[in-house]
Nanobody, 124 residues
Framework: QVQLVESGGGLVQAGGSLRLSCAASTRTFSTRAVGWFRQAPGKEREFVAAITWSGGSTYYTDSVKGRFTISRDNAKSTVYLQMNSLKPEDTAVYYC?????????????????WGPGTLVTVSE
């Protein structure tokens, strides 16, 4: 069982930055790929970014490429999402999730454990 807790969400103006953290309850987290997903009001949950177990490969949805960076510190069992140049359309609840495997195709069904989410609100 892996418990995940996100933090770092909040209210920020357009153009600003936030860094989200996803802390895991177990060191086995370091053997799994991890993803960030988001769900805006009235919309389906969507993929944002993912990172393999070692951090050797990262993946991003097109709308955040060049603005968001995913990284991990396995010694701290934590994954980060640095979000720069935020836009109002980035407003959503952000979730981190641990994949079943060390590598990922970032399909939502492959992610076994999910955090409760953290709200990010970007104002005009």
């Amino acid at each position: 069982q892996v418990q995940l807790v996100e933090s770092g969400g909040g209210l920020v103006q357009a153009g600003g930055s936030l860094r989200l953290s996803c802390a895991a309850s177990t060191r086995t987290f370091s053997t799994r790929a991890v993803g960030w997903f988001r769900q805006a009001p009235g919309k389906e949950r969507e993929f944002v970014a993912a990172i393999t177990w070692s951090g050797g490969s990262t993946y991003y949805t097109d709308s955040v490429k060049g603005r968001f960076t995913i990284s991990r510190d396995n010694a701290k069992s934590t994954v980060y999402l640095q979000m720069n140049s935020l836009k109002p359309e980035d407003t959503a609840v952000y979730y981190c999730a641990a994949d079943r495997d060390a590598y990922t195709n970032y399909e939502m069904a492959q992610f076994e454990y999910w955090g409760p989410g953290t709200l990010v609100t970007v104002s005009e």
